[in-house]
């Protein structure tokens, strides 16, 4: 079977450049300038994920990301791996956004696509969780605003006869789950293992269709759900810790020194049982 298939993407700060990233004192977001983006690790899995369910058939799989204009590298990467068409939600309107309203103007993006296309996705993906923020909230809210059944940190994918069979990790063991479609599914990286690109994908990808939205694409979104603004979650104060520690100089004996140690270690209460 055929299936319309959607992943949410992301472009994430490269790990070898986090002693770059800073955090805005005033409207206490991060800040990114000067380091470059890769694409959140997860979120190929997802993409993967989604692809396999598409080949079989005469599918669809659209990426689609809510970031600045640098996301575009990243849905050109989505699309040279094999995915239909990318659409980047692109505006001040979204910036500063928490995962509520991130996941608000991600569905208000795929439902504009929906109604464009004329017919439903089957299965929204997104990863597990981001390399950065790693609040792993995004899918589940997705489901929420769909009114679609979600599973998060899912590991295994079976179709059987148009029924799937699921697992999700838990802590000490995993779930097993039977569902139908539609259902907006978190998975996590054991899912699979991401194709490489291809020579041929990159030539392929130059002329598939990558669109940029703005506020103004979506004139049904409420205001009140889009960035800034629209985020319930607020940073609290920021500082610096202090972590500076009392030095003291022990002299005497290896013996002398010991028993000091000990005795200094007693007299704080660190541990009582020396």
Known sequence: MA?????CVKPVPDPNYYGHVGIDPV?????????????????????????????PGSGYAAAIS???PEGAEILREALA??????YLLCDRAFAGADTLATSYALCQGLRKIESE?????????CGAESADGATAQVSSQLGEWFGYPQLWNVFSLEERGGVFMLKTKLENGCMEWEAKPPMVLGVARELNKPRF?????VVKSRKKPLVTW??????????????????PTKAGDIFTPDIRREGRRLSGSPDEIVAGM????????????V
């Open 3 to 7: 299936y319309r298939v959607a992943v």
């Open 27 to 55: 409207k206490k977001t991060i800040t990114r300038a000067g380091v470059p983006n890769i694409f959140n690790p997860a979120d190929k899995n997802a993409l993967e994920a989604a692809l396999r369910l598409r080949e």
């Open 66 to 68: 809510m970031s600045p």
């Open 81 to 86: 791996m094999g995915a239909d068409e990318a």
């Open 117 to 125: 296309k004329g017919l439903p996705f089957d299965f929204i993906f």
């Open 197 to 201: 690109i291809s020579a041929m994908g």
């Open 214 to 231: 703005g506020r103004s694409d979506l004139p049904g979104a409420d205001d009140g759900y889009l960035g800034l603004a629209g985020s």
């Open 262 to 273: 000990l005795s200094v270690i007693r007299a704080s209460g660190a541990a009582a049982g």
